[in-house]
């Protein structure tokens, strides 16, 4: 290898795209380059971005898609589950031959079969409070696309101690919630201090959930976190927008910190991750993890 | 005094006759609260519900008003990996 290629390969690592953008790229990109509001820079800010998402399933699936698509340089997606077929009614980043296989590394290959120029990393194992800083820390923006209660506290706790934007997504038969957990503009504690009582808000598997809803609300986070990257328009800081999917209708509805929440209030209590299983009432043995 | 509500998700089944997009309209005696209105119609405010007043957040014993328009929203869990088990 001569003196040149060498000085090349080091100024452009594999892991790390060029800071100029090659001729497939601006074709690729090209849609949004005219944009004004993103052109070559704000183009630049997707492919240098890192968003983790919690969540290779419903909401995951439109959300690895779309920011792969996007040019969403590295994405980290954590899922410790399996393909199963009855998944696959929703979950369309997954296919009828990747049943059996982890959900995270199905996921990572479709982002980078869809985009070459997207770097992603599958966590096939669970988040946890011993894991959760470290993971999270290695990432501008995380979106929590979980369907479980101690994962959205644990994501939501972390986000707050790293002073990282959460965007929060949740469906449920026809309904969906979304919102963005902005440092300093309140948190998931701040909408719902306290978890359910074990067994008093149903699965998905228990309650159902219509194909098409996760793509609604997983797309909206995509955008959510594409304008956090981007830095433009407003995000859904301080707003929780509920869709009702059986009436086609929208609602925002506004709210504030709270400044007693016990992560991002005035005095905070809560200032490392805590046992979140025991928090939400439940026993590992309980949960299956 | 009449209020118009309407409830989201797990809570839907406590009005099964609202039609999709209507407002649920009830009847409650004067400064009646949030907590009351839920009450009559057998709604449990032992879990964590985030209430709404004219899109506005507010607290269980937040004191309605003639045509005030409530939306109340539990807790939702759906939507990534674990949703099969």
């Known amino acids: ?289 | 005094m009449f209020i118009e509500l309407r409830l989201y998700a797990t809570l839907r089944r406590y009005l099964p006759d609202r039609k999709a997009g209507e407002w649920h309209r009830l009847s409650l005696g004067e400064r009646a609260t949030v907590d009351e209105a839920l009450a009559a119609l057998g709604v449990p405010t032992r879990q964590e519900l985030q209430v709404f007043v004219n899109d506005q957040a507010v607290e269980l014993d937040h004191e309605l008003r003639e045509g005030d328009r409530v939306g109340v929203f539990p807790q939702v869990g759906g939507g990534g990996p674990d949703a099969d088990r």
């Open chain 1, 1 to 289: 290898m001569d003196k040149k290629s060498s000085t090349r390969q080091q100024a452009t690592p594999p892991e790390r795209p060029a800071r100029t953008f090659d001729e497939d790229q601006m074709q690729r990109y090209s849609r949004h380059i005219v944009l004004p509001e993103i052109g070559g820079i704000g183009q630049r800010s997707l492919l240098d971005g890192k968003v983790l998402i919690v969540g290779a399933g419903g909401l995951g699936s439109p959300l690895v898609l779309y920011l792969a698509a996007a040019g969403v340089g590295r994405l980290g997606i954590v899922d410790s589950d399996v393909v199963e077929l009855s998944n696959l009614q929703r979950q369309v980043v997954h296919r009828t031959a990747d049943v059996g296989r982890a959900k995270a590394e199905v996921a990572a290959e479709a982002a980078r079969l869809l985009n070459p120029d997207v770097v992603a990393m599958p966590y096939a194992e669970r988040l946890t409070s011993a894991n959760a800083l470290g993971v999270i820390a290695g990432y501008d923006v995380v979106v929590d696309a979980s369907d479980n209660f101690p994962t959205r506290y644990l994501v939501n706790d972390a986000c707050v101690l790293l002073g990282k934007p959460l965007v929060y997504g949740a469906v449920y038969r026809f309904d969906g919630q979304v919102s963005v957990f902005a440092p300093g503009q309140g948190c998931y504690r701040c909408l719902f201090p306290r978890p359910p009582e074990p067994g008093m808000i149903p699965s998905c598997a228990e309650g159902g959930v219509l194909g098409a809803l996760p793509g609604v609300i997983g797309t909206i986070q995509a955008m959510e976190v594409l304008k956090i990257l981007l830095g433009k328009g407003q995000t859904l800081a301080g707003r929780l927008l509920a869709f009702d999917g059986l009436s086609t209708e929208f609602r925002e509805l506004s709210y504030v910190r709270d400044p007693d929440c016990p992560v991002c209030g005035d005095r905070p209590s809560v200032t490392e991750p805590i046992d979140y299983e025991a928090f939400c009432g439940l026993g590992a043995a309980a949960t299956g993890r």
